[in-house]
């Protein structure tokens, strides 16, 4: 595998033969070793910290996957007041983050001009700040106000760019179509935009990673947020298994020798499934961690999947313990805003 890894470091790219082999084999340790090389080279040993304040855990959407579906009726759902997020975000400042990443299901309840209120309101508390959203899909107009006042990136993962396992994991009222549309809205539109799957999600297939890299050659995203699929007790993939760290790892070295410059998180979930995960995930080529800043009180109701992690490192006052097991494994964390490179 060695010559593979090799090729992929100085050519940045495979044939789709080439690539199955990489993804399939169990044996790629020196895929880390460049991995890694090619992010110090570019970012040296920063890892740059996101707060993530989870806004809302009502979905009008229903993905077959996710623990906040709408037909999920035994979901907790909450909504975070204007005062409440603007807290979190005081709270994050002080704590050295630079990125505030506001995420929620797609609830009505934040319009446009509510959004827009609030994205303003923390550009101009904290305008040494970016403010990325991930409120997933909306109209042209509706990116556009929030841009214009003044976010930054936008988070909306592909899911899926086989229409096939796409449409098996979503509802029939949404389509991939529709997603990618929304993607290249929010580039044109200027947003620094993250796409982005899950690893070993239920019917997912090797040809099926391939087609996500495909997609993600022609998009050119600043940010590619990756994760293992993890089942929940409440939906249909209840009794499906989760993805593997190894999998999620191997695919992580991959996209960081494809994308050089990109930023690249190693995810919430990833740290679930292995309580080392986010670490080797940085010594994979990772140079992002989003912690994150929600009220307490609310975490337990944002729960996406089984046995998320809410607590200890995760958390705000858990901060230090992550920055102290960022700085065991050699990397530093940057108290900086972390845009992409160009
Ligand atoms: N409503 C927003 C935010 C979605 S939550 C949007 O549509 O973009 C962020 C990501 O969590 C999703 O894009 C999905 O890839 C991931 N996710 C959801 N359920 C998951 C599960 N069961 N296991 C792992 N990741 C999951």
Redesign the pocket.
Same mark, same amino acid.
């Not at 995420?103 to 797609?106: D, F, T, Y």
């Given at each position: 595998m060695i010559e593979l890894v090799k090729k992929l470091y100085e050519t940045e790219d495979l044939t789709d033969d080439e690539l199955k082999q990489l993804i399939e084999t169990d044996n790629a340790e020196n895929l880390a070793v460049y991995a890694d090389r090619v992010r110090q080279k570019h970012y040296g040993k920063k890892v740059f910290l996101r707060g993530l304040i989870e806004i809302s855990s009502y #979905?009008k959407?229903d993905?077959l *996957? #996710? +623990?906040i579906r709408r037909s999920n009726k035994s979901a907790k759902r909450y909504r975070l007041r204007y005062d409440q997020i603007l807290e979190c975000a005081e709270i994050g400042y002080n704590l050295g983050l630079r990125t505030f990443v506001i995420?929620?299901?797609?609830d009505g309840y934040f319009f446009d001009y509510y959004m827009c209120k609030i994205i303003h309101a923390l550009k101009k508390n904290y305008p040494d700040c970016a403010v990325t959203l991930?409120? +997933?899909?909306r109209s042209f107009e509706s990116y556009k106000c929030m841009k214009e006042v003044g976010a930054d990136r936008y &988070?909306?993962?592909h899911?899926s760019a086989d229409e096939d396992l796409y449409n098996r994991l979503h509802p029939s009222e949404m389509n991939l179509e529709n997603r990618k549309k929304c993607l290249y809205n929010l580039k044109e539109l200027g947003y620094q935009v993250g796409a982005?799957?899950?690893v070993g999600a239920p019917f997912q297939t090797t040809e099926n990673l391939i087609s996500d890299i495909r997609f993600l050659q022609e998009l050119q995203p600043q940010m590619i947020g990756i +994760? =293992?699929?993890? =089942?929940?007790k409440n939906?249909p993939?209840k009794n499906e298994k989760s993805g593997t760290l190894n999998l999620t790892l191997r695919m992580l070295g991959i996209l960081r020798l494809m994308f050089p410059k990109v930023l690249l998180p190693a995810t919430t979930?990833l740290g679930t499934i292995s309580s080392n995960g986010r670490i080797l995930g940085l010594q994979t080529g990772c140079n992002v961690i989003m912690p994150n800043i929600s009220p307490k009180e609310v975490r337990k109701k944002y729960m &996406? *999947?089984n046995n998320k992690i809410i607590s200890g490192r995760e958390t705000a006052e858990g901060l230090a313990i992550l920055k102290q097991e960022i700085e065991s494994a050699g990397y530093e964390v940057a108290v900086e805003r972390g845009d992409c490179l160009k």
């Open positions: #979905c959407n993905c *996957y #996710c +623990g995420q929620g299901g797609e991930s409120l +997933g899909e &988070l909306l993962r899911e982005g799957f899950m +994760g =293992p699929f993890i =089942p929940h939906t993939f979930a &996406l *999947y």
